[in-house]
């Protein structure tokens, strides 16, 4: 899964030459306008590294879920005008991503000159990893980089059918891949220690595996956020009315006694900062563990971030992914938000973010430039993390054999 028998975009002959780049411009809008722009800016390093070498630069991405039909709230047009804008040159966005129209504007193209491709999703072919669209993609470039970690976990027809048509001289990943290589690599072999791991969330079923393969590699786990009051529960403590995966405590039972075989110290919260209800914002904070009935664990509490804290700051490595509470909310986001400070002022050590939810509390946090990294892929970086080789990356490695 590292970066063995990749290619970067160094490494690849791209001058005077059409390279197709897959990016993940899947951007938040509003009423047809880029209101965070930060995937787009993620992609520049690599935009600009080929347009200076005088490569075509062909870019390709899907934005929401048009469900495999054209539909205007989904249109690549907004995108291609906020990149142009970023990168203070012309943008040229067809009104498709295949077709006779496209291949003429690709061929038109000047070294340097960009095209931004019409959503891949307008076409159910992209989901379906459909061997004609992919061929079709294919034969609009000489070289094929994919840029796009957050759907690398995705078997789809521009990240991976349409690859086996690039040799392996004219495939390889985009500098925003190689990052993400870099730094969640050593998370699987050979972090350094004391390796510490926080994962939070709602749900124990979305991390199971991940859970499963760090057990042994890091030293402590801290679980939090909703989650953890199923590992509570699992050792008999009193949940109130909080959020629980009823079918998933004998699992949890199974994870603490794993836990112990592998010798990482497995945490869970000391207390809680609790409501009556989930739209309540009448906190108050337990005196330990227990949550008395009629209320509902939110956020961890304040003797729990004091222990947590005193881990982080001490440790080498941390890889965190989940928040600890709902932190969307007041006044309940005080637990990530402190064990977001504490990760990032640890610069002794290699601070990890996961994507997803991670990466926008390490942003409401007002912390994501203090920490070494923070990943674009949600789902991506789970999986990664799970011990799968993903697809998209698996797809660039040199002889990889595709599906028949």
Same mark, same amino acid.
């Given at each position: 899964?590292?970066?063995?028998?990749?290619?970067?975009?160094?490494?690849?002959?791209?001058?005077?030459?059409?390279?197709?780049?897959?990016?993940?411009?899947?951007?938040?809008?509003?009423?047809?306008?880029?209101?965070?722009?930060?995937?787009?800016?993620?992609?520049?390093? @690599?935009?600009?590294?080929?347009?200076?070498?005088?490569?075509?630069?062909? /870019?390709?991405?899907?934005?929401?879920?048009?469900?495999?039909?054209?539909?205007?709230?989904?249109?690549?047009?907004?995108?291609?005008?906020?990149?142009?804008?970023? /990168?203070?040159?012309?943008?040229?966005? %067809?009104?498709?991503?295949?077709?006779?129209?496209?291949?003429?504007?690709?061929?038109?193209?000047? %070294?340097?000159?960009?095209?931004?491709?019409?959503?891949?999703?307008?076409?159910?072919?992209?989901?379906?990893?459909?061997?004609?669209?992919?061929?079709?993609?294919?034969?609009?470039?000489?070289?094929?980089?994919?840029?796009?970690?957050?759907?690398?976990?995705?078997?789809?027809?521009?990240?991976?059918?349409?690859?086996?048509?690039?040799?392996?001289?004219?495939?390889?990943?985009?500098? /925003?891949?190689?990052?993400?290589?870099?730094?969640?690599?050593?998370?699987?072999?050979?972090?350094?220690? %004391?390796?510490?791991?926080?994962?939070?969330?709602?749900?124990?079923?979305?991390?199971?595996?991940? +859970?499963?393969?760090?057990?042994?590699?890091?030293?402590?786990?801290?679980?939090?956020?909703?989650?953890?009051?199923?590992?509570?529960?699992?050792?008999?403590?009193?949940?109130?009315?909080?959020?629980?995966?009823?079918?998933?405590?004998?699992?949890?039972?199974?994870?603490?006694?794993?836990?112990?075989?592998?010798? @990482?110290?497995?945490?869970?919260?000391?207390?809680?900062?609790?409501?009556?209800?989930?739209?309540?914002?009448?906190?108050?904070?337990?005196?330990?563990?227990?949550?008395?009935?009629?209320?509902?664990?939110?956020?961890?509490?304040?003797?729990?971030?004091?222990?947590?804290?005193?881990?982080?700051?001490?440790?080498?490595?941390? +890889?965190?992914?989940?928040?600890?509470?709902?932190?969307?909310?007041?006044?309940?986001?005080?637990?990530?938000?402190?064990?977001?400070?504490?990760?990032?002022?640890?610069?002794?050590?290699? @601070?990890?973010?996961?994507?997803?939810?991670?990466?926008?509390?390490?942003?409401?946090?007002?912390?994501?430039?203090?920490?070494?990294?923070?990943?674009?892929?949600?789902?991506?970086?789970?999986?990664?993390?799970?011990? +799968?080789?993903?697809?998209?990356?698996?797809?660039?490695?040199?002889?990889?054999?595709?599906?028949?």
């Amino acid at each position: 899964m590292e970066l063995t028998g990749i290619k970067d975009i160094d490494a690849l002959r791209v001058e005077d030459r059409t390279v197709f780049v897959r990016v993940d411009f899947n951007v938040p809008m509003k009423d047809g306008v880029v209101t965070d722009p930060a995937r787009i800016v993620g992609a520049l390093p @690599t935009i600009n590294a080929l347009r200076e070498r005088g490569a075509r630069v062909v /870019l390709a991405s899907h934005l929401g879920r048009p469900k495999g039909e054209p539909r205007p709230e989904f249109s690549l047009v907004p995108v291609a005008g906020k990149l142009a804008e970023l /990168l203070d040159a012309d943008v040229i966005a %067809p009104d498709d991503c295949v077709g006779d129209g496209v291949r003429k504007v690709v061929r038109d193209l000047e %070294p340097g000159g960009v095209v931004l491709l019409e959503n891949l999703r307008f076409h159910r072919a992209e989901e379906k990893a459909d061997p004609l669209f992919a061929r079709e993609l294919a034969s609009l470039a000489d070289v094929y980089v994919n840029d796009a970690f957050g759907t690398a976990h995705r078997k789809h027809a521009s990240t991976w059918e349409m690859v086996r048509h690039f040799a392996d001289a004219d495939k390889g990943c985009g500098y /925003l891949i190689r990052r993400e290589l870099q730094y969640l690599t050593p998370l699987l072999s050979g972090a350094e220690r %004391p390796y510490v791991g926080i994962m939070g969330g709602a749900k124990v079923s979305d991390k199971i595996k991940v +859970i499963e393969n760090l057990l042994g590699k890091l030293d402590i786990l801290m679980i939090g956020g909703a989650m953890a009051y199923t590992f509570l529960k699992a050792q008999g403590v009193g949940i109130g009315t909080s959020l629980v995966e009823a079918d998933r405590v004998e699992l949890a039972t199974r994870l603490i006694e794993r836990a112990e075989r592998t010798r @990482t110290r497995l945490l869970l919260p000391l207390d809680h900062g609790i409501a009556p209800a989930f739209d309540s914002s009448d906190r108050r904070d337990t005196p330990d563990e227990e949550i008395p009935d009629g209320m509902m664990g939110l956020d961890i509490g304040p003797r729990t971030v004091r222990s947590w804290t005193e881990h982080v700051t001490g440790a080498k490595t941390v +890889i965190w992914n989940g928040p600890v509470g709902l932190f969307e909310r007041e006044p309940f986001h005080r637990g990530t938000f402190a064990i977001a400070n504490a990760i990032a002022d640890n610069r002794a050590a290699m @601070t990890v973010i996961g994507g997803g939810d991670s990466a926008a509390a390490i942003a409401a946090a007002g912390r994501a430039a203090d920490v070494t990294h923070v990943s674009t892929g949600g789902g991506a970086s789970l999986e990664y993390l799970e011990g +799968i080789d993903l697809p998209g990356i698996a797809a660039l490695r040199k002889g990889c054999r595709f599906d028949p």
